[in-house]
């Protein structure tokens, strides 16, 4: 062999050696280890397809997976799909699914059970699947690995619809011809996610392994994931202090422990991985009830809040105060609405006005005598809605309406409000990154389905309004799509449909130990299938 043979090849071997160290980077980053979350409650169930709260969705999100995930700048990106084509009428989407998926039971995931949970299970079972559906003519299965969704009419934002805790995909196999609610298989749910159900005790923790027949190559990198449900704040601060816990969100602390895991050296705090969701404070009030259903006793209520003192004294500025439905960070956000400013005085006036006049004492009675009082629904699991709940019962006091302040657990809030039987509500809602996602679900009136959560539980109804969201829904010129979008909002906010509170700025805290977290605009309802932990830390 001549010298210079000799030496390309001994340069070929080195290249091929350096190429094989750099690109295989998973093997240089820490496997297994577990990471443990913390929730403020149990969640009814952990199926994402019919079970939209929060803790389900911090859990249910590491089972379950969708066509697509969606990057911290909203961009779609691939996940059960692999990749998609849409057609230049913007009517057909044809998703190609990703080679080798198999349900954590061990059964293949197809073209099947995407039609399946698009056409059959999610349409009965979630309010999120309905809206974004809407338009949905038809969707086909030309082989196992393609998906052909055609739309009656263009929609805008539908690349939006596909995440994983808005539209899983569910298995065919274990929920066709079978009563989805009452399937055996809730209790320990099949799906394509990086873990599975391995244990739940109520009250105490819920554990997640890894899912061996995961079909990302070498991941997830956990070897569990566990949420330990502790009630109290202060709690839940003392167990991320001590180690217990290595995750929490701002939903799960107190602002002032927030502040204090900032400056400590040990921990991370970010507001990253809650774009998709926009999430914001407001008051929803049953339009059923007579009082409820006067504009100005609503606009009164509004007036008497001072929400600059619910953001700073409550929040300790985490956040902004509300103009209405939109959030200032989604688009088609217009702060050209109505305002309330607080004035108790002008808000004493207008309950003056509509004949509720105040005694001796600044009581205020109706015509017949009766003392004019609300029931006040306080959401659970957060102490800053405990405090806001009080908040208000003083703040509505001084003008002369009467609280009743009610208490209650997450499952027995949602069992309420989905019901009716409420007269104003707490509530904290989320955007979904497009207002045909997020906002017109809680006021068309199309929407008004006793019993089902995160719909048009207030009973508001104003065709006007519907008309404008299924023109908005449709209209696929962005100026035309944004007027619209303003004229919801100045007539929502002029309706007082809601009284909107606090835009917030939700954070997650974890230990610096705990790497790769947040990969997307979901955060703690990502995957975790590339979050590790460094031992060095």
């Known amino acids: 062999m001549s010298s210079i043979k000799q030496l390309v090849q001994s340069k070929a071997l080195a290249l091929a050696l350096l190429i094989g160290v750099i690109s295989t980077p998973v093997l240089s980053e820490p496997q297994g280890g577990n990471v443990t979350a913390v929730l403020h409650s149990d969640p009814p169930g952990l199926v994402l397809a019919f079970t939209p709260d929060g803790p389900a969705q911090f859990v249910g999100s590491k089972i379950y997976e969708g066509l697509l995930e969606y990057s911290k700048d909203l961009k779609p990106q691939p996940a059960l799909a692999k990749s998609w084509d849409v057609s230049g009428d913007g009517l057909t989407y044809t998703f190609h699914l990703q080679p080798g998926v198999k349900w954590n039971d061990g059964q293949d995931f197809t073209s099947a059970d995407v039609v399946f949970s698009l056409t059959q299970m999610l349409p009965k079972t979630s309010t999120a699947a309905r809206i974004a559906l809407t338009a949905v003519q038809s969707v086909d299965a030309p082989d196992a690995g ?74 997830p990198r956990l070897q569990s994931v566990t949420f330990r449900i502790i009630p109290d704040a202060a709690s839940r601060a003392i167990a991320l202090d001590a180690g217990d816990i290595q995750v929490a969100t701002s939903l799960d602390l107190d602002s002032t422990d927030i502040k204090r895991f900032r400056t400590d050296q040990n921990f991370s705090v970010t507001g990253a991985g809650w774009e998709y969701l926009g999430p914001m404070a407001m008051l929803e009030m049953n339009w059923r ?127 309420r409000v989905s019901n009716w039987n409420y007269d104003i509500a707490i509530t904290s809602l989320s955007q979904y990154a497009d207002p045909a996602l997020g906002i017109q679900r809680y006021f068309d009136s199309a929407n008004i389905r006793k019993g089902t959560m995160y719909t048009d539980t207030s009973g508001y109804s104003n065709p006007d309004i519907d008309n ?62 590339q979050a590790y932990i460094d031992t060095n830390q």
């Open 468 to 529: 404008w969201f299924r023109q908005a829904r449709a209209e696929n010129d962005p100026q035309r799509r944004a007027d619209l979008y303003m004229r919801i909002q100045r007539k929502l906010v002029d309706d007082v449909a809601m009284i909107w509170l606090l835009e917030l700025d939700k954070l997650t805290v974890y230990r610096k130990s705990v790497h790769n977290l947040i990969t997307t605009a979901f955060g703690q309802r990502g995957s975790w299938d």
């Open 146 to 219: 393609t998906v052909v969704i055609k739309l009656k009419k263009p929609m805008p934002y539908f690349l939006m619809v596909f995440p994983g805790v808005q539209l899983p995909m569910m298995p065919r196999h274990v929920y066709e011809n079978t009563d989805y609610l009452r399937n055996p298989a809730n209790a320990k749910p099949v799906g394509t996610g990086p873990f599975k159900l391995a244990e739940w005790k109520r009250g105490s923790y819920i554990r997640l392994v890894k899912n061996d027949l995961y079909w990302k190559k070498g991941l």
């Open 289 to 415: 009830k007579p009082l409820l259903s006067d504009v100005r006793f609503r606009k009164a209520l509004y007036l008497a809040i001072d929400r600059n003192f619910i953001l700073n004294r409550i929040w300790l500025g985490e956040g902004r105060v509300a103009s209405g439905p939109i959030s200032s960070k989604m688009p088609f956000y217009t702060s050209d609405v109505p305002r309330y400013d607080f004035n108790p005085e002008k808000a004493k006036a207008q309950l003056e006005e509509i004949g509720l006049h105040a005694d001796a004492s600044g009581a205020r009675h109706d015509a017949k005598g009766n003392r004019v009082k609300v029931a006040l629904l306080v959401l659970p699991g957060d102490e800053r809605y405990a405090r806001l709940g009080e908040y208000l019962r003083e703040a509505w006091r001084a003008v002369g309406v009467d609280v009743d302040l009610q208490v209650t657990e997450l499952a027995s809030w949602d069992e």
